[in-house]
């Protein structure tokens, strides 16, 4: 009996380790800039790793008052860019923690 408590005590060290590890990437990945960039980079979005937008760039050349629309699908595309790019990369570095689990 006693020998199954100091595996469930390994596996509890274990299983916090992960957690402490698991906390410090999130916020690893929270700090990271991901500037997301539009046909030409006429366009460019930028968000941290927790998907807050910190900045935009629209280059001056393209800003065409007879033409919002094409200023509005830039934006877009810039925008899903950044966010695309936060998506694959919080994949691979939260992935290994959650890798097997249900519900991920």
């Known amino acids: 009996m006693m020998r199954g408590m100091g595996n469930m005590q390994g596996m509890m060290k274990q299983m916090q380790k992960m957690q402490k590890d698991m906390v410090k990437a999130q916020e690893e990945l929270n700090a990271k800039n991901f500037v997301g960039e539009s046909t030409n980079s006429y366009v460019k979005a930028t968000f941290t790793g927790d998907r807050k937008m910190v900045g935009i760039e629209i280059a001056e050349a393209i800003i065409d008052p007879e033409d919002p629309e094409m200023l509005q699908d830039?934006?877009?595309?810039a925008v899903n860019d950044a966010l695309t790019k936060?998506?694959?990369?919080?994949?691979?570095?939260?992935?290994?923690y959650t890798k097997g689990l249900p519900g991920f």
């Open 74 to 77: 830039l934006v877009i595309m």
């Open 86 to 96: 936060i998506e694959g990369e919080t994949e691979r570095t939260m992935g290994q």
